[in-house]
Nanobody, 127 residues
Framework: QVQLVESGGGLVQAGGSLRLSCAAS????????MGWFRQAPGKEREFVAC????????YYADSVKGRFAISRDNAKNTVYLQMNSLEPEDTAVYSC????????????????????WGQGTQVTVSS
């Protein structure tokens, strides 16, 4: 099993950047596809980005495409979310998640496919 801990959140002005990290415990990290999700106040949690086990395939929500980049370092058991050109609408709690399911990458945006979740990290973008 894998346990996940996010870090890197904080307060940033609109147009700024942040890089989130998600550190995984366990020796089977490379067996998992990873995703980032976010939940804004008063809204449902939504998909942000996902990456397959090798890092060779990624998929993004339309709202972040071209601004965010997901990557992973299996040697460090860590997945990253580089967030650029941040907007106030990006304010949310960001959570990483892991799944051992194997599906086409575009199908990995479904929350119920993920069975391991981190506690989340707050990202606040001021205008």
């Amino acid at each position: 099993q894998v346990q996940l801990v996010e870090s890197g959140g904080g307060l940033v002005q609109a147009g700024g950047s942040l890089r989130l990290s998600c550190a995984a415990s366990g020796r089977t990290f490379s067996n998992y596809a990873m995703g980032w999700f976010r939940q804004a106040p008063g809204k449902e949690r939504e998909f942000v980005a996902c990456i397959n086990w090798s890092g060779g395939s990624t998929y993004y929500a339309d709202s972040v495409k071209g601004r965010f980049a997901i990557s992973r370092d299996n040697a460090k058991n860590t997945v990253y979310l580089q967030m650029n050109s941040l907007e106030p609408e990006d304010t949310a709690v960001y959570s990483c998640a892991a799944t051992s399911k194997i599906k086409p990458i575009a199908a990995m945006k479904t929350q119920r496919d993920y069975d391991r979740w981190g506690q989340g990290t707050q990202v606040t973008v001021s205008s």
